[in-house]
């Protein structure tokens, strides 16, 4: 079928809006009338950088609705409300032992610019293959992409605005729900107020935490993290040393948790440094940065523990729900991030993201 999609032919140009072929799904795969995507940092660092190979059609953090299913499919049907998440294979013992996230066909589905059978499902007018991200490639108008790769969600609430559970908010919220877990009146500070940090710092208000320090260089961020529920906030422009700032704060203790999703070495150092003994830092920060300026005594000697994270190690069929449901209950706003634009404008929305002039971009189509 022919549909309309933002394809990536080089990696620092523009997006170009083209009608492309896409394949009809297979046998486990799904359809989808695509209401809204979410823009992720990953979306344009990929881009720029790689791995998937160009060209590409990107977008991950999709919501549609179900138009046609293949023979062997039984979680979803026609008709349904989806939010995509990330593929997992649901067989290897990562996902046996309830951690989709770290699929063994993780990386391969997700980065490699394939579906997981090894093939493409999109060509341009000149029968170049596209690749695929993320086993869906949402920035367009209908995609294709298994079955483990949707969640059924309520049918009552602006779909279009879902797609970013799917990754981003799942992302924040889950790190802190599911692998950092503060009990109430602990401490954490949140380095970087983007969308991710934000839903890691709206989780960790529910959870009850006393003291939640948002840390940001754009000021508008720091507004936001207030309003969520920030009881301090450190604008990284101004502050030369985070760490003695936060020792301020906290009176010399540190911080029981940290959570960075700058993806920048000196933000993750301080993240670190600013946990009292025996705290934890959790990372989601993928810029790809190498580490170098920490002396491993911040780690080994005060007994402190760095936590790589990945989809806020979130079971998503189970996750997204919870998120939702809190959302109606009025607990966890994530619309309060949300900027729509429409499809056409997903270069001035992929800018607003990079500038930081929009928290959340969704492209609405």
């Known amino acids: 079928m ?48 790689g791995p998937t190979p160009l060209p590409a059609v990107f ?46 066909s993780n990386d391969k589905v997700n980065f490699g610019g394939i579906h997981p059978d090894g093939t493409r499902r999109l060509k341009d007018e000149n029968g170049i293959e596209l690749s695929t991200f993320f086993g869906q490639s949402s920035f367009a108008e209908y995609a294709v992409a298994d079955q483990r790769s949707a969640v059924k969600v309520d049918k ?39 969308s991710v940090g934000l839903a890691a710092l709206m989780a960790a208000k529910l959870a009850g935490c006393s003291a939640i320090i948002g ?22 422009r101004e502050t030369p040393d985070i760490t003695s700032r936060i020792m301020e704060i906290t009176n010399g203790r540190g911080l029981d948790f940290t959570f960075e999703s700058a993806g920048v070495e000196h933000v993750l150092i301080a993240a670190i440094e600013s946990l009292r003994k025996g705290g934890s830092c959790g990372t989601v920060g993928t810029t790809g940065q190498k580490v170098y300026g920490m002396q491993m005594r911040s780690l080994m000697g005060q007994c402190k523990r760095l936590i790589g994270i990945v989809q806020g190690d979130s079971i998503p069929w189970l996750f997204i729900p919870k998120l939702i449901d809190l959302y109606k209950a009025g607990r966890f706003p994530f619309d309060k991030l949300i900027t729509f634009y429409p499809f056409e404008d997903i270069n001035k929305a992929a800018d607003d993201s990079h500038s930081g002039a929009a928290i959340k971009p969704i492209l609405r189509f």
């Open 215 to 236: 840390v940001d260089a754009i000021p508008s961020r720091l507004d936001t993290a207030r309003e969520l529920g920030a009881t301090h906030a450190i604008d990284g």
């Open 156 to 194: 009552g609430l602006d779909l279009a605005m879902l797609g970013p559970l799917g990754c981003g908010f799942q992302t924040g919220a889950g790190s802190i729900m599911n692998v950092l877990c503060p009990n109430p009146g602990e401490t954490i500070g949140i380095f970087g107020c983007g």
């Open 59 to 104: 977008g991950h953090e999709g919501a549609g609705v179900v138009e046609r299913v293949g023979s062997a499919v039984t979680m979803v049907a026609p008709g349904d409300h989806v939010v995509f998440c990330s593929y997992s294979c649901g067989a290897c013992e990562a996902c046996l032992n309830g951690h989709p996230a770290w699929c063994a």
């Open 2 to 49: 022919k549909t309309r999609a933002a394809v990536a032919y080089e990696n620092s140009a523009p997006f170009v809006i083209k009608e492309v072929e896409l394949a009809e799904p297979k046998e486990t795969e799904i359809l989808v009338k695509m209401a809204g995507c979410g823009i992720c940092h990953s979306d344009l660092f990929v881009k720029q950088h």
